[in-house]
Antibody, heavy 120, light 107 residues
Framework: QVQLQQSGPGLVKPSQTLSLTCAIS??????????WNWFRESPSRGLEWLGW?????????DHVRSVKSRITINPDTSKNQFSLQLNSVTPDDTAIYYC??????????WGQGTLVTVSS | EIVMTQSPATLSVSPGERATLSCRAS??????LAWYQHKPGQAPRLVIY???TRATGIPARFSGSGSGTEFTLTISSLQSEDFAVYYC?????????FGQGTKVEIK
């Protein structure tokens, strides 16, 4: 069973970079049949799928226009984890962020969630 | 791109009653359809995959049906812990897509 453990700051100042990490146990970030994903949840937008890293490639969800061109998802094979970076944050980026593993297109494993507040 | 449409947006149900949630795809997704339960402040939880297979640990009161473009999630007798938002998601064609969610609330 894959387990995902999130870490990162809960408070980020406006215009700075949000950085979160998702550590993987029970699987490998290098595995070529699993996509490693980030989501976020907010009262105004509900659950949004931000994108993934998968077998060396990356996908960012164009439908989440508010993060377009600001988001980076990277694997870290040395630490068996993956990360989310969101640049130039605003209060609108305040949300609970989740990492998730998808195999066969199904998101079966999720991290515990991290509340990130953007405020000065 | 495939668009997933869920109905109703909100479903008010009394504990012990049956809840029926619908999900429609803009084109066929075969049986590549999953349902997730999401409670505020908790990680989403996979409930059903392959349109009708319960995920590990999901009670038998949850059942999924359908194929092609029309899908249903049925909760046979709602328990207090079942009140949540439910999302459907297709993985038959790229990009994968989620519905907008159905909130199941206490009547």
């Amino acid at each position: 069973q894959v387990q995902l453990q999130q870490s990162g700051p809960g408070l980020v100042k406006p215009s700075q970079t949000l950085s979160l990490t998702c550590a993987i146990s029970g699987d490998s970030v290098s595995r070529n049949d699993t996509a490693w994903n980030w989501f976020r949840e907010s009262p105004s937008r509900g659950l949004e799928w931000l994108g993934w890293t998968y077998s060396g490639s990356k996908y960012y969800n164009d439908h989440v226009r508010s993060v377009k061109s600001r988001i980076t998802i990277n694997p870290d094979t040395s630490k068996n984890q993956f990360s989310l970076q969101l640049n130039s944050v605003t209060p609108d980026d305040t949300a609970i962020y989740y990492c998730a593993a998808a195999r066969g297109g199904t998101f079966a494993s999720w991290g515990q969630g991290t509340l990130v507040t953007v405020s000065s | 791109e495939i668009v997933m449409t869920q109905s109703p947006a909100t479903l008010s149900v009394s504990p012990g009653e049956r809840a029926t949630l619908s999900c429609r795809a803009s084109q066929s997704v075969s049986s590549k359809l999953a349902w997730y339960q999401h409670k505020p402040g908790q990680a989403p939880r996979l409930v059903i995959y392959g349109a009708s297979t319960r995920a590990t640990g999901i009670p038998a009161r949850f059942s999924g049906s359908g194929s092609g473009t029309e899908f249903t999630l049925t909760i046979s007798s709602l328990q207090s812990e079942d009140f949540a938002v439910y999302y459907c998601q297709q993985s038959n064609a790229w990009p994968w897509a989620f519905g907008q969610g159905t909130k199941v609330e206490i009547k």
